[in-house]
């Protein structure tokens, strides 16, 4: 049997476009659909608009940081349509890029919608194609909460185009998402409320990354309400009104609210069920919410299909892009390159933009305790003011921590708060990942006068 493409690739995000030129340098002949802009949620709508909004909102704190050393800054002000305007201006170049880069691999690029018809072909703009393999890179979009007036609210999607800069934004959730734009859009000068279900936001990361950053959040002037949910919102001449429930009832009133709960894989109207790809259901917590479908797959992205496979959000395994990445570059060397491989989950190195920022790499204190037993555990951890504030006399702090096996003394986990945290820990996380003890660590010459040097010296 011949096929028009020897791979099919639906969506050009991270994990399609890495999957797709891999495949391509195998010579083998690919089709890539994408129904919108190339470079998906990444390029578009998630990590590089969002990290240039970072940049963007640090640069009041550094102005007032500056009278510490002696400069006298001047008036200040934000123009926002010029800031938002150079933000779209380079995701759209960025595109453009990607776009390049599948021209010069030698992939074909389809740019519209496509759908599964059976196992081996596709319906694109009305056309029949047919492939030997078909990757399912379709990715995820946010999530609300089913719950009256959530129409009101936006979600990170709108986030990037917002023509007027708001002067209260409230925004529910406590993910690194609803986090990361809280601490946006308070250093860009807008009054920030954020309401979570919880007691503490970044459910998941180390508790001492959960406090340090909640209440250097609070710190600064983000009012965080915790233990409490919106019921539902209505339109009032200020704005939106949120009806609340929980430890705090008194109603919040914002001009833009943003619902940043959650996100779930784009599995809808794929054509799944006429190709045999089976679905995994998680339940999902919180008033409004049900069950997500996600693509089931094996440990080599291989769903109930056999040759049909998924990377990516879709997938819902860690929903991060060099992940993505990592899993699309490891299926075409299985499938194409004739080098049969995993791509690990272990030790992925991941990080939350807030301000203060944070990353970590490996096991929580929590989770190793619970793997290893209470005993088994020693931690190292220090908190201490940057040489940097020394003269600006901000109260910042910056916590690091290694959470090591006591008997083989491995480094399980590195936990950081504080500036430049994501790019010291990507280099940590070379160590943990080959499996650094504590004594490599203290073996290690720090560089001084440096914060990274800490984790070299920690006793
Ligand atoms: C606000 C935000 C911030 C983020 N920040 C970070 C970060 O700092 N670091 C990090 O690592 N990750 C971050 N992420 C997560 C990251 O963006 C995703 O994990 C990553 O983009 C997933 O890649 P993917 O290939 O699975 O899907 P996507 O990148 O979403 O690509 C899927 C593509 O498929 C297309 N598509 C869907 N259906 C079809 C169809 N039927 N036919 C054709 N095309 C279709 C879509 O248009 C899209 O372009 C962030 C996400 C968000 C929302």
């Known amino acids: 049997m011949t096929y028009d493409y020897d791979l099919f690739v639906i969506g050009a995000g991270s994990g399609g476009l890495a999957a797709a030129k891999r495949a391509a340098s195998y010579k083998a002949k690919v089709a890539i659909a994408e129904q919108d802009l190339v470079g998906g949620t990444c390029v578009l709508r998630g990590c590089i608009p969002k990290k240039l909004m970072v940049y963007g909102s640090r640069f009041p704190a550094l102005f007032a940081d500056a009278a510490g050393y002696g400069w006298k800054v001047g008036e200040t002000e934000l123009d926002w349509e010029y800031f938002i305007t150079a933000i779209d201006k380079e995701v759209k170049r960025l595109s453009q890029l990607h776009v390049s880069y599948l021209q010069k691999a030698g992939v074909e690029l389809i740019p519209h919608r496509a759908t599964l018809v059976d196992p081996h072909t596709v319906a694109v703009d009305g056309r029949k194609i047919t492939a030997d393999k078909i990757l399912i890179a379709v990715g995820g979009r946010p999530l609300k909460p089913n719950l009256p007036g959530m129409d009101y609210g936006i979600t990170s999607d709108e986030m990037f185009h917002l023509q007027h800069k708001p002067k209260h934004i409230a925004i529910i959730g406590a993910g690194y998402i609803g986090t990361e734009f809280a601490c946006i859009m308070h250093g860009l000068g807008c009054q920030v409320t954020q309401i979570i279900r919880k007691e503490l936001i970044l ?126 570059r490891a299926f075409a060397d299985s499938e194409f390159g004739n080098q049969r491989r995993i ?117």
């Open 343 to 459: 791509f690990s989950h272990e030790n992925v190195p991941t990080a939350v933009f807030s301000t203060p920022e944070a990353a970590t790499v490996g096991l929580t204190e929590a989770q190793a305790r619970e793997k290893l037993g209470n005993d088994a555990v020693k931690i190292y951890r220090t908190r201490f003011r940057p040489l940097f504030h020394s003269l600006t006399g901000a109260a910042e702090k910056t916590m690091m921590k290694l959470v090591v096996d006591a008997s083989t003394d491995k480094v399980l986990g590195a936990h950081m708060v504080g500036e430049n945290a994501a790019e010291i820990i990507q280099g940590v996380a070379i160590a943990a990942k080959m499996g650094a003890t504590k004594k490599d660590f203290d073996a290690t010459v720090g560089i001084h006068p440096t914060a990274a040097e800490e984790f070299v010296t920690m006793r």
């Open 203 to 328: 459910k998941g990361f180390d508790d001492d990354i959960r406090t340090d950053i909640q209440n250097a959040m609070i710190a600064h002037g983000i009012k965080i309400i915790p233990n409490t949910v919106v019921e539902k919102v209505e339109k009032v001449p200020e704005g939106l009104k949120l009806i609340l429930s929980g430890e705090k009832t008194e109603p919040t009133i914002a001009d833009v609210f943003l619902v940043a709960t959650g996100r779930v894989p784009n599995v809808e109207g794929l054509g799944l069920e006429n190709a045999g790809v089976e679905l995994v259901s998680t339940t999902v917590e919180g008033p409004g919410y049900t069950t997500m479908k996600a693509i089931a797959v094996n440990e080599y992205s291989q769903t109930s299909q056999e040759n049909i496979f998924a990377v990516g959000d879709v997938t819902n395994r860690m929903n991060l892009t060099p992940v993505a990445i990592g899993e699309g």
